[in-house]
């Protein structure tokens, strides 16, 4: 049913993916949001929905947002959790820089900060934060073992995950027909709207080289959650794991407590979030909102993080 589709030859994301990843989204960042909308006709707003609402929201008093992109996840579950502070991570300069200048309605200009950086090594501290969020970034991780290892790390006992990514598509009759959509019509859209095909080509070919959701779970499993639960959404393209960290773990450090040298204050504005220098750091969440302003953070190395 596809063969008319001329295939490429599958991208290459060489030795050094993260940088491949890093600049391919750099050059997607302006039209980014706009495809978003376009190609999914609307369902990534009602599954970043879906995403929040297995947070818990009412319960969260600080969240991370791994590979937050333009933030709009971050946004969502700020407006469903005013009381939370957020902290979306991520290592493209071009995504945060239009996430950064975003106003949404509800949301204060101090709620949701931004900060480049890595998520296989977060900048946060131990058991410190009450959840964890990320969509669509696990197929463009080096390790995704890794990311959820860190996730576990830095959430408190008792906090969420909720990771939402692409997935093999299950059913034998959709599976052509969305194939056919994924393959030939999305990337002659990305180049069409941002001039970056071979950036929707790797789209598709990320998927099909992609764990499935059952095998996605395992290794969330094997990261430390137990329980771990997946939705299928969006006709079964996307899968939503959910999992909370066992009130048993008992991490280095809490939220609270977290032993903090060398503290170097960051400079705060509300239409570019957080400017930091160096890295790794480790991020004492704040305990009120005046500290939030003016967090303390602790600088181990010269050149893991960059300012931007």
């Not at 009759?173 to 950036?199: D, E, K, T």
Request: with cysteine; charged share 20%.
């Amino acid at each position: 049913m596809t063969g008319w589709i001329r295939r490429r030859p599958p991208v290459s994301v060489g030795n050094d993916k993260a940088a491949y990843v890093e600049a391919m989204f750099d050059a997607i960042a302006r039209r980014y949001d706009l495809m978003n909308r376009l190609m999914t006709g609307g369902l990534d707003v009602a599954s970043r929905s879906v995403t929040v609402d297995t947070a818990y929201p009412e319960l969260v008093q600080t969240a991370v947002d791994i590979g937050c992109g333009t933030g709009d996840l971050a946004f969502a579950l700020a407006k469903r959790a005013p009381r939370a502070r957020i902290l979306g991570i991520d290592f493209s300069a071009r995504m945060l820089e239009h996430a950064a200048i975003k106003r949404v309605s509800g949301v204060p200009s101090d709620q949701v900060r931004f900060l480049r950086g890595d998520g296989m090594r977060l900048p946060v501290a131990d058991d410190s934060t009450d959840a964890v969020v990320s969509a669509w970034v696990l197929r463009n991780v080096a390790d995704v073992s890794q990311v959820f290892s860190e996730a576990f790390r830095i959430l408190r006992p008792g906090g969420r995950v909720a990771f939402l990514e692409l997935t093999p598509v299950r059913s034998t009759w959709f599976r052509p027909l969305f194939r056919l959509y994924f393959h030939g019509v999305v990337p002659i859209l990305g180049r069409w709207l941002s001039g970056q095909g071979q950036a929707y080509q790797y789209l598709p070919e990320s998927v099909d080289r992609f764990p499935d959701a059952e095998t996605l779970g395992e290794i969330l499993r094997e990261a430390g959650f137990p329980d771990v639960s997946v939705r299928r959404l969006a006709f079964g393209t996307l899968a939503l794991h959910t999992a909370t960290k066992p009130d048993r773990s008992v991490g280095k450090s809490s939220h609270l407590d977290a032993q903090v040298s060398r503290p170097v204050i960051w400079n705060v504005t509300p239409d570019r979030g957080l400017g930091v220098e160096g890295g790794p750091l480790t991020l004492r969440w704040p305990v009120d909102g005046a500290s939030w302003n003016s967090s303390v953070a602790q600088l181990d190395s010269p050149h893991a993080l960059q300012s931007w």
